[in-house]
């Protein structure tokens, strides 16, 4: 079982709707990151989590440490949004560890 | 204030030469984090260095791959001999001391082994 637990890994979505990708862990750690990459692109970190709730723009983010699971989720999406969501978390071992990602599609 | 640069940000190679790929971190930040993202597959820790010393090589194949941080210049990571499943995206993070887990990447290189 993967340390970093990623759902759904395939998300497709109608432009405007609103998204939720889930993420759970299995260690205890310091932080939580979500991260954005476009196919064949770079990494964006988009947030950085230790407690409870972060937003930026259409973005948000949240995490519940007593139940190790954090949420992600697009309000309004479009297209652009397109893209693999990737949670990583920084944990005892002093390295991020990665979820596999979800493949999110918004059509418009 | 420029970010996490990497370069080149794609190389080729063919099987059995030497690829260097370089990462410049933020400035202000003295350490360095290598990952590696097969083709469709996540990415995963390879090595964390800071100045003149190797913190964590626990992700790096035991074999071909080294990995240095001088004083001075880019952060290098160095593979000998390569072979085809060295074909990836290397990704490159920096980070403060202070704030080791809050990391920031660089745009990638695309490595291609013909």
């Known amino acids: 079982k993967n340390e970093v637990e990623q759902s759904p890994q395939n998300l497709t979505a109608q432009e405007g709707e609103f998204i939720t990708i889930n993420c759970s862990y299995s260690v205890g750690i310091s932080a939580l990151h979500w991260l954005q990459q476009h196919p064949g692109g770079g990494i964006v970190s988009l947030f950085m989590?230790?407690?409870g709730k972060k937003k930026h723009g259409r973005l948000i983010a949240t995490i519940n440490i007593q139940e190790k699971h954090s949420s992600l989720h697009i309000t309004a999406s479009h297209p652009r949004d397109s893209a693999v969501y990737i949670c990583a978390v920084y944990g005892a071992t002093n390295k991020l560890i990665f979820g596999t990602g979800t493949l999110l599609a918004v059509q418009p | 204030n420029a970010g996490v640069m990497q370069n080149p940000r794609h190389l080729v190679r063919r099987r059995g030469q030497e690829a260097r790929l370089r990462c410049s971190p933020m400035?202000?930040?003295?350490?360095v984090y290598w990952y590696r993202q097969l083709p469709e597959e996540g990415l995963k820790f390879m090595v964390y260095l800071q100045k003149e010393n190797i913190i964590d090589e626990s992700g790096m194949p035991k074999e071909r791959f080294s990995a240095e941080f001088p004083k001075e210049g880019p952060s290098i990571l160095r593979i000998q001999q390569v072979v085809r499943g060295d074909s990836a995206a290397y990704f490159c993070a920096s980070s403060s001391p202070g704030l080791i887990y809050e990391q920031y990447f660089g745009p990638g290189t695309r490595l291609t082994v013909t």
């Open positions: 989590l230790s407690s």
């Open positions: 400035k202000g930040h003295s350490h």
